[in-house]
């Protein structure tokens, strides 16, 4: 007798036995058992998950006679019955097999349909089965709709398409469809583990795990694969020789690419990736199985509840738990997408281990700075302010008629001096006015300020008293313009328009300084400029306040329970530590008012609103604006 293959010898003959469809298995058992039947059916799902089983289980279901010859139409066919046998073995009259692929047009499917007029011949109910139905042509879908609509009452119609969205919704509409999921990698494992077991082949566990990866849903794929398996392992189903035929890469190499890149080790990086090109492994793979690695690592750091239940029987599951303790979760997330992205790079590569390579070393490229020492990648979007404001620049030493620079906010109104006559005014130089601006854009708001500080601008002649007056030469342009002072509005805090957060958050956002305040900013802003803290742990420091100070303990305060994740606070206590700080921190979520994000925005705000205000009140602008209509782009001004 020739030999039958894994996949016909054990396809499902019952409904019971079916694995990995238990949703399509229930609702047809239930209309079966009730004899609620639909005319026409409708099963998708990719290749091997059992289309065409659930096909043949549902006909001889209908047409089952039963042991004796008396039975009816039933959930649990007999499968003694002349019926159920001749369906098996494909010989029974009442039900045909289309293969639309190859009778895709309307000629053959008016000569399925020409039999729809004529009873069964033996059973209770003629089946038509149309497989890969997505490949008639529009013709023959047309020239069936009338009787898929309104078949006789002996007729049914099963449809199986592996791509449903060709298949027209004027057939969609007419018939009951059911959707089969691609298989588990867990349920395809179990169903090879008692093949093998009926077969009486031996099997290492680690080998079927393989196989039924290598599947990918389809449970016909991994009985194909078991059998080429057991031919190349000459009877025998090892890991070594199934990770050979499959040319999969060994979870060994992968755990030591991400132990080494955890480690930022860039040598074992490079000369595992050697390793790979030498053993002709691909390179594919390897960004296959790490991203499948990285995933599973990112489950135990996200659910460390999950460790627990891991598979005993899974050498590799230890590995990937230590792997998961030892690499931070931001990492790992940074890993996984650049390991998926860089997939797509192979085929563009003159060679694809160049470009594994190259895939690896960005993974390193982008490590955080506190873990291998390179440069930090800038996530912030406002500017560090420093610890210490930082002091106005002097006024330039002139006579005492002479008010020459712009006085910050912050020092104390300096009253104009009564006018005298441009040919005895000290004037400024161009320097001196562009430093002072500077030095008022860049002081930091203090909680109170002057109630009108006055900067004093040049403004330019009107055009008719510049044409009256003599040309001065290019290098006497600067002394021959006039100097008014104007009046600044100077806001101890940012209005609505600049409050970092939205209208409905505008008071909860509102800064009140504590002492406590002052050291925690100047302690995170030292951190962050020597880059001890990078990525979520300095999102974490940034956004939390500090509460209080014992004996090398700190109490931190954070609004959002995303930043209080373990890995961030371990990293900023061993940065703490570092720095000759605190030894053990703890954070409590709570409302926070004095964080130093907070003072950062607040002291941005203050800039951009000072800023606003020069430009706003300055004379020329508001020239232009009164004889030209000009106006000033909203966001336009930005502080320097």
């Given at each position: 007798m020739s030999y039958l293959v894994l996949a016909r010898k054990y396809r499902p003959k019952t409904f019971s036995e079916m694995v990995g469809q238990e949703h399509v298995v229930q609702a047809l058992t239930n209309a079966l058992t009730q004899q609620r039947l639909h005319h026409a059916y409708l099963f998708t799902g990719t290749r091997g998950v059992g289309k065409t089983t659930v096909s043949r289980i549902l006909a001889k279901s209908l047409n089952c006679q039963g042991p004796d010859g008396t039975g009816g139409i039933t959930a649990t066919p007999c499968g003694v019955c002349p019926a159920c046998q001749d369906i098996d073995s494909g010989r029974f009259p009442d039900y045909t097999e289309l293969d639309a692929a190859s009778n895709r047009g309307v000629d053959e499917v008016q000569g399925l349909l020409e039999q729809a007029v004529y009873k069964p011949v033996q059973g209770r109910f003629k089946v038509f089965m149309i497989d890969e139905v997505h490949m008639l042509t529009n013709t023959a879908f047309n020239a069936m709709l009338k009787t898929l609509e309104e078949p006789p009452e002996y007729l049914k119609f099963v449809l199986a398409t592996?791509?449903?969205?060709?298949?027209?919704?004027?057939?969609?509409?007419?018939?009951?469809?059911?959707?089969?999921?691609?298989?588990?990698?867990?349920?395809?494992?179990?169903?090879?583990?008692?093949?093998?077991?009926?077969?009486?082949?031996?099997?290492?566990?680690?080998?079927?795990?393989?196989?039924?990866?290598?599947?990918?849903?389809?449970?016909?794929?991994?009985?194909?694969?078991?059998?080429?398996?057991?031919?190349?392992?000459?009877?025998?189903?090892?890991?070594?020789?199934?990770?050979?035929?499959?040319?999969?890469?060994?979870?060994?190499?992968?755990?030591?690419?991400?132990?080494?890149?955890?480690?930022?080790?860039?040598?074992?990086?490079?000369?595992?990736?050697?390793?790979?090109r030498v053993n002709g492994l691909s390179a594919a793979s390897t960004l296959e199985e790490m991203a499948a690695v990285l995933q599973r690592m990112a489950v135990l750091q996200a659910v460390p509840q999950m460790a627990a239940a891991v598979d005993a029987s899974d050498p590799e599951a230890a590995e990937v738990a230590r792997l998961a303790a030892a690499l931070p979760a931001d990492e790992t997330q940074l890993l996984y997408s650049i390991c998926l992205h860089g997939r797509t790079e192979l085929g563009l590569a003159p060679d694809e281990y160049a470009a594994l390579t190259m895939v690896l070393l960005?993974?390193?490229?982008?490590?955080?700075?506190?873990?291998?020492?390179?440069?930090?990648?800038?996530?912030?979007?406002?500017?560090?302010?420093?610890?210490?404001?930082?002091?106005?620049?002097?006024?330039?030493?002139?006579?005492?008629?002479?008010?020459?620079?712009?006085?910050?906010?912050?020092?104390?109104?300096?009253?104009?001096?009564?006018?005298?006559?441009?040919?005895?005014?000290?004037?400024?130089?161009?320097?001196?006015?562009?430093?002072?601006?500077?030095?008022?854009?860049?002081?930091?708001?203090?909680?109170?300020?002057?109630?009108?500080?006055?900067?004093?601008?040049?403004?330019?002649?009107?055009?008719?008293?510049?044409?009256?007056?003599?040309?001065?030469?290019?290098?006497?342009?600067?002394?021959?313009?006039?100097?008014?002072?104007?009046?600044?509005?100077?806001?101890?805090?940012?209005?609505?328009?600049?409050?970092?957060?939205?209208?409905?958050?505008?008071?909860?956002?509102?800064?009140?300084?504590?002492?406590?305040?002052?050291?925690?900013?100047?302690?995170?802003?030292?951190?962050?400029?020597?880059?001890?803290?990078?990525?979520?742990?300095?999102?974490?420091?940034?956004?939390?306040?500090?509460?209080?100070?014992?004996?090398?303990?700190?109490?931190?305060?954070?609004?959002?329970?995303?930043?209080?994740?373990?890995?961030?606070?371990?990293?900023?206590?061993?940065?703490?530590?570092?720095?000759?700080?605190?030894?053990?921190?703890?954070?409590?979520?709570?409302?926070?008012?004095?964080?130093?994000?907070?003072?950062?925005?607040?002291?941005?705000?203050?800039?951009?609103?000072?800023?606003?205000?020069?430009?706003?009140?300055?004379?020329?602008?508001q020239q232009l604006v009164r004889d030209f209509g000009a106006k000033i782009v909203p966001g336009s001004i930005k502080p320097i």
């Open positions: 592996t791509d449903p969205q060709k298949v027209p919704v004027t057939v969609l509409s007419r018939c009951l469809q059911f959707n089969l999921r691609p298989m588990a990698p867990e349920t395809v494992l179990e169903h090879l583990t008692r093949v093998l077991a009926a077969e009486q082949v031996a099997a290492e566990p680690q080998a079927l795990r393989l196989l039924a990866r290598a599947a990918r849903g389809s449970m016909r794929d991994a009985l194909s694969l078991t059998d080429q398996a057991i031919a190349f392992g000459s009877g025998q189903l090892q890991e070594a020789s199934v990770r050979l035929m499959l040319g999969s890469v060994d979870r060994s190499h992968v755990f030591r690419l991400i132990e080494a890149l955890a480690g930022g080790d860039g040598r074992t990086v490079v000369e595992t990736a050697d390793t790979l960005r993974l390193l490229a982008f490590k955080p700075a506190g873990a291998i020492g390179a440069v930090a990648e800038k996530k912030t979007l406002t500017r560090p302010e420093p610890a210490a404001p930082v002091p106005a620049a002097p006024a330039p030493a002139a006579p005492a008629p002479a008010p020459a620079a712009v006085q910050p906010a912050q020092h104390a109104v300096r009253e104009p001096q009564p006018p005298a006559e441009p040919a005895t005014r000290a004037q400024p130089t161009p320097d001196e006015v562009n430093r002072a601006v500077l030095d008022a854009m860049d002081a930091p708001p203090t909680a109170q300020q002057a109630p009108a500080p006055v900067v004093r601008l040049p403004v330019r002649a009107p055009d008719d008293l510049r044409s009256k007056q003599p040309q001065a030469p290019a290098s006497q342009a600067w002394e021959a313009t006039e100097t008014v002072a104007i009046p600044v509005r100077a806001a101890p805090e940012p209005g609505p328009r600049l409050q970092p957060l939205g209208q409905a958050g505008a008071a909860s956002a509102r800064l009140v300084t504590t002492e406590e305040g002052d050291f925690w900013h100047a302690t995170v802003q030292q951190l962050i400029a020597e880059e001890a803290i990078t990525a979520l742990v300095r999102e974490l420091a940034l956004q939390s306040q500090l509460v209080g100070r014992e004996e090398g303990h700190w109490l931190l305060r954070v609004e959002r329970e995303s930043l209080n994740q373990p890995q961030a606070r371990e990293r900023l206590r061993a940065a703490l530590e570092a720095a000759g700080h605190a030894r053990q921190i703890s954070v409590e979520l709570g409302t926070v008012s004095d964080s130093p994000a907070r003072r950062n925005a607040h002291a941005a705000a203050a800039r951009q609103r000072q800023a606003e205000d020069i430009v706003n009140n300055d004379p020329y602008v």
